[in-house]
């Protein structure tokens, strides 16, 4: 988070993603070094000094001779200093002629994917990425090719374009080099696209066709803990809680078995897995076994302000404990901005207040009656992305409500059914907000 952010230096360069956390350590277990040096090009690709007169594209034309992990880091901080001009780059990258666009090889159009992503042009790093990856298919580069389908995959996938994700993910695992030393860091990254190729499949209503992919990997490899998780997180994803349930039990007792695992490592794990059944536990409405799982993992972790506001926002949504539960979540959002007080160059941006726990304290006000404080801080929550959820956005319509504003509630209602993901949890939410828009008429 401090410095320019970029992608390769903060979490999200994970391929796993936000919620992957643990289970890119996971992968690592199996899979050793399975992401290392993905993002380090091996070696320079040929380049050819076709300089123009046209002032930009000599200036693309010099990214030609960046190579090497260092100096590609270096030179994207020095370009993202100026954001104004970076985006100009990447705008005169995409207006190039067909002839000019050869004349860029694929160290050039590295750089320009990861100066793209960095800037949130998905769409220009798609068509960098691609380019690239047509280079590094020239070379026979497993490295290179890696290092293209990894982030394509990410992008397509973050932005919800499963079917072409899954087609991409497809495309990768049938990569086969006579090279071996060459094909080693396609075979290690295999298991992670095949993560997200499931996923896809499941978001684009495959879900039989996704468990049984996973449970015959299962049956193949059953020391490997990881589709067990895999098969869990599809089965929640797609409704069928009571089953994800069932196997995110199996999963901790198969954990917990796991002699592999050093004492501390297999805490980290069971850890992380339990907090996520906690949530699979308030789906079902269990929310005993939820707070349970959740007052443990406070009071293990003191300082985690993810658990305090989990447990705080669960009690507040069923009516419980409600005066725990505001000092809970107040007590998230005081970790957190003591989180951020440490951080060295943070930029004024990222120096702001978590939406989903902003939210949660709007909630416990809102059921306490006070919705013009919950009114305030949802305001705050929504002017951020993340804040732009059906959820929160739903809450931010009943407050509106609450305080007679029906105009406005009706309209935030209609922006929280467009927000509306794919899973079955979010399309559900979205089906009860239809019906308040139709009840406020």
Not at 11 to 22: A, H, I, P, V, Y
Not at 407 to 417: G, L, N
């Amino acid at each position: 988070m401090a410095g320019c952010l970029l992608l390769f230096l903060s979490n999200r360069n994970s391929f796993l993603g936000k919620d992957f956390q643990m289970l890119n350590r996971a992968v690592s277990f199996f899979i050793p070094a399975i992401l290392v040096n993905l993002l380090i090009l091996a070696g320079p690709f040929s380049a050819d000094a076709f300089y123009q007169d046209d002032a930009s594209l000599k200036t693309l034309m010099v990214y030609n001779f960046v190579t090497g992990n260092e100096a590609v880091k270096n030179k994207i901080i020095e370009v993202l200093k100026n954001k104004e001009n970076a985006k100009k780059i990447i705008e005169s990258a995409q207006k190039l002629t067909p002839a000019d666009s050869k004349k860029l090889n694929g160290n050039a159009y590295w750089f320009l994917a990861r100066v793209a992503q960095e800037l949130l042009e998905n769409d220009a790093a798609v068509d960098f990425y691609s380019k690239f990856l047509i280079d590094a298919k020239n070379l026979g580069s497993g490295q290179k090719m890696a290092s293209a389908y990894g982030p394509l995959i990410q992008i397509l996938f973050d932005t919800r374009k499963y079917k072409e994700c899954e087609k991409l993910c497809s495309e990768f695992l049938d990569i086969t080099l006579e090279d071996e030393a060459a094909f080693i860091p396609i075979l290690r990254l295999k298991p992670v696209v095949f993560r997200r190729m499931v996923l896809c499949q499941s978001r684009l209503g495959e879900v039989d066709k996704a468990i049984e992919r996973v449970e015959k990997l299962y049956k193949d490899q059953p020391d490997n803990w990881l589709n067990l998780e895999l098969k869990a997180r599809i089965l929640r994803e797609a409704g069928r809680i009571a089953d994800a349930e069932k196997s995110y039990q199996d999963l901790i007792v198969k954990i917990d078995s796991d002699k592999r695992l050093g004492k501390e490592e297999k805490e980290e794990f069971l850890e992380e897995i339990k907090y996520t059944l906690s949530n699979v536990y308030v789906e079902l409405k269990k929310i005993d076994k939820a707070a349970e799982i959740l007052k443990a993992l406070v009071e293990k972790n003191p300082d985690n302000p993810t658990y305090h506001n989990d447990l705080g926002y669960i009690w507040a949504d069923n009516d419980l404990n409600l005066d725990e539960a505001e000092k809970l979540i107040r007590r998230a959002i005081e970790i957190e901005r003591g989180l951020r007080k440490k951080i060295k160059n943070l930029k004024p941006e990222f120096d702001k207040d978590n939406s989903a726990y902003l939210d949660s304290l709007a909630w416990v006000l809102y059921k306490k009656k006070n919705y013009v404080e919950a009114k305030k801080l949802l305001v705050e929550a929504i002017k951020d992305e993340e804040g732009q959820h059906i959820e929160i956005l739903d809450h931010l319509g009943d407050i509106h409500n609450a305080l007679g504003e029906k105009t406005e509630a009706a309209k935030v209602w209609k922006d929280a059914i467009n927000s509306a993901g794919t899973s079955k949890r979010e399309q559900d939410k979205k089906k009860e907000v239809e019906k308040k828009i139709q009840k406020n008429k």
